[in-house]
């Protein structure tokens, strides 16, 4: 496991975690008073150490996470995360305080969720090809539930779109997950012809981007609402080509809402994580 990790867990739980074997980790979770978990991935599960973190070496981690400047990521804590050196995402829980209505901040932390960024360069090769045409790509969908690959393998096919086809790719990362940016920078490679807006609103995001980056390919992950579906036929209707992720298992979990897309490509949630890429008219093609 990087460095960039062990050096914001407390210095108690970097020299315990020693004995055991980090490779393919990809979460740790620090509860206060509670057992240390680490998290392999759905194969291998999780193990529950022996390690109980104090409520004092929770503050400690934060104040790694946030070196040592908690107001600086002020507006990171209202989200719910904080994204460290490396793209690595941590996720925060304790009481929500709100004003006017609104999240105001986080305090009192009680959980932290540290996620390993894992970027597989090359996954998104086979899937190009189902997806490129003569001049650019078709809109595409990624479907798949959480945790199966829908974000790793989008992000690679925007490295590819922007560097094998050459188009001009933007980003609209509302939640810092695509290219997991450090203070501006961009953690994991997406392409040498790639713009981003981080942690901006996708519906706000894709107007600006239009505007202001003459976009040919916009990418989000994770649609939502009717609002995200509507700025994206927005995009489209001025001649952009779509790439975004949501959540579902089948056809029928999407099909009412995003006839906006031209190739569906559904992973599965098994150990092979399968492939299968249909057309716009729902016709398996792959």
Do not use: W
Request: aromatic letters at 6%; charged letters at 30%; one cysteine or more.
């Amino acid at each position: 496991m990087s460095d960039l990790i062990l050096n914001v867990l407390p210095v108690g739980l970097r020299e315990y975690l020693g004995i055991f074997d980090l490779n393919g980790i990809e979460e740790i979770r620090l509860r206060a008073m509670k057992k240390v978990i680490l998290y392999y991935g759905k194969k291998a599960g999780e193990l529950v150490t022996d390690y109980v973190v104090t409520d004092a070496e929770l503050k400690e981690a934060l104040d790694y996470i946030t070196t040592f400047s908690l107001y600086a990521f002020e507006e990171d804590i209202r989200q719910g995360f904080i994204t460290i050196r490396g793209g690595h995402r941590v996720g925060i829980a304790g009481k929500v305080v709100r004003e006017n209505g609104k999240i105001k901040t986080i305090s009192n932390i009680s959980s932290i969720n540290i996620r390993i960024s894992h970027q597989v360069i090359g996954c998104g090769e086979r899937a190009l090809e189902y997806i490129k045409d003569d001049k650019s790509v078709h809109n595409t969908l990624i479907v798949s539930p959480p945790g199966v690959g829908k974000t790793t393998l989008l992000r690679d096919l925007l490295r590819l779109v922007s560097n094998k086809l050459k188009l001009k790719v933007s980003i609209v990362d509302e939640r810092s997950e695509i290219a997991s940016c450090y203070k501006g920078l961009a953690s994991n490679d997406v392409g040498i012809r790639t713009d981003i807006y981080d942690c901006c609103p996708k519906v706000e995001g894709i107007m600006l981007m239009i505007r202001a980056m003459s976009p040919q390919v916009v990418a989000v992950d994770e649609i939502g609402g009717s609002d995200d579906v509507e700025a994206l036929v927005r995009a489209k209707h001025a001649g952009i080509r779509l790439m975004a992720t949501i959540h579902g298992d089948c056809i029928e979990d999407i099909r009412d809402d995003t006839r906006i897309f031209d190739r569906y490509i559904f992973l599965d949630n098994n150990e092979d994580r399968e492939m299968r890429v249909f057309d716009k008219h729902f016709n398996r093609i792959a």
